[in-house]
């Protein structure tokens, strides 16, 4: 039999050629291309006043300078809309005042960093020459900073917004609204708590990137784009030049990480760039303009998340039982909302996490301020969710003297209450519907795996010995595997090698890894035949993205249902042609075999030569398929509802999403002087059904631990009362290094498979940083009996604390 893949550790076949340097990022690519740079705007609100560029058009090389008006008369002359608002992409009934940005500012700017010129160039260095040499006047506006400014509405960030209000959202699981308060009255117990979630970024290695080819002759236009979005970025394009569909083509290369920021799309500069491409081709200057952001830009004009206040009221009795949860939280969107207002949702619904308050009710505002846009980020909203879940849980079990875990058991829905149904709905419009997990075996196998009842010896020791330790745990749900659909397109070519093309881009998940072991497991190869493609609308044309832990759930789901309409095709020719039942034959290792007899065979790619019936010989394999060689002459060549190929195009299009589930402890210890928090052990237990590939699974936590430690301990960005980033460089802004990382990320898996997906599987992309700051905040509090409402915490913020507490002490 040919070895199982599925559920096995396979080594991933793409980091060959990715370590030894054999990878192709946008900056690898169009080589001569004309370079763009930009003018940014330094102010975070201003009027533009008057934009002057003659002395930038003297400078030689320089070949095209572009205001906003120059992309109105365009547009005005040529039928385009590039001049026009960026799209709104997720429209929702809640956000009643959506604005969106202009690609190059129109009348105002309204954060740092906004592009207001674009300077087309021999190359990138003249390119900012001439971008230093463009005046532009501008009148200063005060500008709104920070969420409490937004709150306060002193100011308007857009004028037509007066109370800066962009959305406001209540959901409830009681169709009664007051259902909450009158809990809240008559409950024995209530605690309140104000918590605060601070700004941060994905920060991926390569930032955003466009290189756009114009062909005269074909009319058409190549865009390669750094962009978790492929098929969306091409439909973007196409509508704002109006240009027929068929005529663009985006392309995803190697993409040096996304973490959501290249969800967002179209960037202005994925508009911009082509535009100017078609423009100077046309004029017969250069057919390739390409840009790449360089690390400034990607701080202060691309996208950041996380920033959120909340103030949650909880009722419980005396066992810890939640009777009722009233959450409020003002969610901090930037100047524009592109993206809608996804994060701030999936805050809202992803908060209940494994458990089932009595009632639970949460009201949001999303606000506008003078800084970057807020879009979603590894985890989009989770992170805040479960702090606010977990800090309460933590809160209630101090108040009642039960250990944190016992409350959490308390709380949990049960594995015989799947499917749960919080009628709530999630970001996906669709029903917040658990379809899977067993909470009380996660909780225990992490109980077991951190060492959770023998902790208080430990901490006996550590205090005898002078050391300061805490531990900390926090549980979060995750739903995966958002819709609407993924593809994908299987060939078995005459080789009897397999091709897979989907449409979602991949930034170094594995998936032509993980996705060709669903393909070789379904067909019957060995992984070695199979080669993956992602991301180029030539390939595959119909998709949706690669974001919110949906591509092993989605495209995975798509690859198996194309494999097995190639596999069944597969069976029924080599039947015929081997004259036995289709069910008696099996694909063993690449050939179509009888079971049990296998002498009788053929070469599944001797299968795709007679999956297309030929006139012509082009070489001895095609002369098999030829028409004095093979078929009944009283028989058509290709039957009706067939078509020639060995080949199947499937989709997985979902109900609803799929809900991964897991469990995060930590033990840290505190240095009684310098205050500095050093993690001294880190355990996950996970829950995302079947495992693909554990190997994979897990450098997919451990990249995401790392990340929720840096939003947890090191993270945040500084912006001061002008709306002036004041970090933002890696010399400022700590990403942790290696040496913030715990060496050693234990893990343990639980699988309950999902029964959404024919794979049994749930996502396991963001779930790593998920519960990262609610952890760490519970560990830390344990071992300073400090309550912990602000993360990140740095050392400076504890060793404040510790002064309050002694101030207090003093009072």
């Known amino acids: 039999?040919?070895?199982?893949?599925?559920?096995?550790?396979?080594?991933?076949?793409?980091?060959?050629?990715?370590?030894?340097?054999?990878?192709?990022?946008?900056?690898?690519?169009?080589?001569?291309?004309?370079?763009?740079?930009?003018?940014?705007?330094?102010?975070?609100?201003?009027?533009?006043?008057?934009?002057?560029?003659?002395?930038?058009?003297?400078?030689?090389?320089?070949?095209?300078?572009?205001?906003?008006?120059?992309?109105?008369?365009?547009?005005?002359a040529e039928g385009t809309r590039v001049s026009e608002p960026l799209p709104l992409l997720i429209p929702h009934p809640a956000l009643h005042a959506p604005r969106t940005?202009?690609?190059?500012?129109?009348?105002?700017?309204?954060?740092?960093?906004?592009?207001?010129?674009?300077?087309?160039?021999?190359?990138?260095?003249?390119?900012?020459?001439?971008?230093?040499?463009?005046?532009?006047?501008?009148?200063?506006?005060?500008?709104?900073?920070?969420?409490?400014?937004?709150?306060?509405?002193?100011?308007?960030?857009?004028?037509?917004?007066?109370?800066?209000?962009?959305?406001?959202?209540?959901?409830?699981?009681?169709?009664?609204?007051?259902?909450?308060?009158?809990?809240?009255?008559?409950?024995?117990?209530?605690?309140?708590?104000?918590?605060?979630?601070?700004?941060?970024?994905?920060?991926?290695?390569?930032?955003?990137?466009?290189?756009?080819?114009?062909?005269?002759?074909?009319?058409?236009?190549?865009?390669?784009?750094?962009?978790?979005?492929?098929?969306?970025?091409?439909?973007?394009?196409?509508?704002?030049?109006?240009?027929?569909?068929?005529?663009?083509?985006?392309?995803?290369?190697?993409?040096?990480?996304?973490?959501?920021?290249?969800?967002?799309?179209?960037?202005?500069?994925?508009?911009?760039?082509?535009?100017?491409?078609?423009?100077?081709?046309?004029?017969?200057?250069?057919?390739?303009?390409?840009?790449?952001?360089?690390?400034?830009?990607?701080?202060?004009?691309?996208?950041?998340?996380?920033?959120?206040?909340?103030?949650?009221?909880?009722?419980?009795?005396?066992?810890?039982?939640?009777?009722?949860?009233?959450?409020?939280?003002?969610?901090?969107?930037?100047?524009?909302?592109?993206?809608?207002?996804?994060?701030?949702?999936?805050?809202?619904?992803?908060?209940?996490?494994?458990?089932?308050?009595?009632?639970?009710?949460?009201?949001?505002?999303?606000?506008?301020?003078?800084?970057?846009?807020?879009?979603?980020?590894?985890?989009?909203?989770?992170?805040?969710?479960?702090?606010?879940?977990?800090?309460?849980?933590?809160?209630?079990?101090?108040?009642?003297?039960?250990?944190?875990?016992?409350?959490?058991?308390?709380?949990?829905?049960?594995p015989d209450e799947m499917p749960y149904d919080h009628h709530l709905v999630f970001q996906d419009g669709r029903p917040l519907i658990y379809d899977s997990g067993d909470y009380p075996a996660s909780l225990a196998k992490l109980k077991e795996l951190v060492g959770w009842d023998e902790f208080a010896a430990y901490r006996d020791t550590a205090r005898a010995e002078g050391r300061t330790v805490g531990i900390g745990l926090a549980c979060y749900v995750e739903g995966t595997g958002v819709g609407p659909y993924e593809g994908a397109h299987v060939v078995v070519e005459t080789s009897g090698q397999v091709k897979v093309a989907t449409g979602l881009t991949t930034q170094g998940q594995g998936h032509y890894t993980s996705f060709a072991q669903i393909a070789a497991d379904e067909l019957g190869v060995p992984l070695s035949d199979v080669e993956v493609v992602t991301g180029d609308t030539r390939r595959f044309p119909y998709a949706v993205g690669t974001f919110a832990s949906r591509a092993a759930v989605m495209s995975g789901s798509a690859i198996a249902v194309a494999s097995r309409i190639v596999r069944a095709k597969a069976l029924r020719i080599a039947a015929e042609a081997l004259e036995v039942a289709e069910d008696d034959l099996e694909i063993v290792d690449g050939v179509v075999q009888v079971k049990g007899a296998p002498g009788t065979r053929m070469p599944l790619g001797t299968v795709a030569v007679l999956s297309n019936p030929l006139r012509y010989a082009f070489d001895e394999a095609a002369r098999a398929a030829t028409q004095f060689a093979v078929g009944a002459a009283n028989k058509v060549p290709v039957p009706e509802g067939e078509s020639p190929g060995l080949e199947g195009t499937g989709y997985y299009s979902p109900e609803r999403s799929t809900f991964a589930n897991g469990m995060h402890a930590v033990v840290v210890e505190t240095d009684p002087d310098t205050a500095e928090i050093r993690i001294l052990r880190y355990c996950v237990v996970h829950d995302c059904g079947n495992l693909i590939n554990p190997m994979i699974v897990e450098g997919q936590i451990h990249g995401g631990v790392a990340q929720g430690v840096g939003g947890a301990l090191y993270e945040r960005m500084e912006y001061d009362e002008h709306g002036q980033l004041l970090n933002a460089s890696f010399m400022d802004f700590l990403m942790p290094y290696a040496t913030e990382v715990p060496r050693t990320i234990e893990i343990d898996h639980l699988e309950t498979p999902s029964p959404l997906n024919p794979l049994g599987i749930k996502g396991a992309g963001e779930a790593g940083v998920i519960p990262g700051a609610a952890a760490i905040a519970a560990a830390i509090e344990d071992a300073e009996g400090l309550r912990i409402t602000r993360m990140p915490i740095s050392p400076s913020d504890l060793h404040a604390l510790r002064a309050r507490q002694r101030g207090e002490v003093r009072r």
């Not at 533009?48 to 320089?62: N, R, S």
């Not at 959120?308 to 949860?325: E, I, K, P, R, S």
């Open 1 to 76: 039999m040919t070895t199982k893949l599925f559920g096995e550790k396979v080594a991933r076949v793409e980091d060959p050629r990715l370590l030894t340097g054999g990878g192709r990022y946008l900056d690898d690519l169009g080589r001569g291309a004309l370079a763009a740079a930009f003018v940014r705007s330094p102010h975070a609100h201003a009027r533009v006043v008057d934009v002057d560029v003659t002395g930038a058009l003297d400078i030689e090389g320089v070949i095209a300078i572009y205001t906003y008006e120059d992309l109105a008369q365009a547009d005005a």
């Open 101 to 414: 940005p202009y690609p190059l500012a129109k009348d105002e700017v309204n954060h740092v960093g906004e592009a207001v010129v674009m300077v087309v160039a021999v190359d990138r260095y003249v390119a900012e020459d001439a971008c230093q040499a463009v005046e532009v006047t501008y009148e200063f506006l005060e500008p709104v900073v920070g969420v409490e400014a937004a709150r306060r509405a002193d100011r308007a960030v857009h004028a037509d917004v007066p109370d800066n209000v962009a959305a406001h959202l209540v959901q409830c699981t009681d169709a009664d609204p007051l259902a909450v308060e009158r809990a809240l009255q008559t409950a024995p117990h209530t605690l309140e708590l104000d918590l605060e979630i601070e700004r941060s970024a994905s920060m991926p290695l390569e930032g955003k990137g466009v290189l756009a080819r114009w062909d005269e002759t074909e009319q058409s236009l190549r865009v390669h784009t750094s962009t978790q979005a492929s098929t969306s970025v091409r439909a973007a394009v196409a509508a704002k030049l109006n240009l027929p569909l068929t005529r663009v083509h985006a392309i995803a290369p190697d993409v040096g990480g996304g973490f959501g920021v290249k969800i967002v799309h179209p960037w202005p500069e994925e508009v911009l760039v082509p535009w100017a491409a078609k423009r100077l081709a046309a004029a017969g200057l250069g057919d390739q303009v390409k840009w790449v952001e360089d690390r400034r830009e990607h701080f202060i004009s691309s996208a950041h998340e996380r920033g959120q206040l909340q103030h949650v009221t909880v009722g419980f009795d005396d066992d810890g039982h939640l009777l009722a949860l009233d959450v409020r939280f003002w969610h901090d969107n930037g100047a524009y909302t592109p993206y809608g207002i996804i994060v701030p949702i999936i805050t809202s619904t992803q908060l209940l996490g494994p458990y089932k308050p009595g009632v639970y009710r949460c009201e949001f505002w999303s606000v506008y301020t003078n800084t970057v846009i807020v879009t979603p980020y590894r985890g989009a909203g989770r992170p805040q969710a479960v702090f606010a879940m977990e800090r309460t849980m933590d809160a209630v079990a101090d108040a009642l003297g039960l250990d944190r875990t016992v409350v959490r058991e308390r709380n949990f829905i049960q």
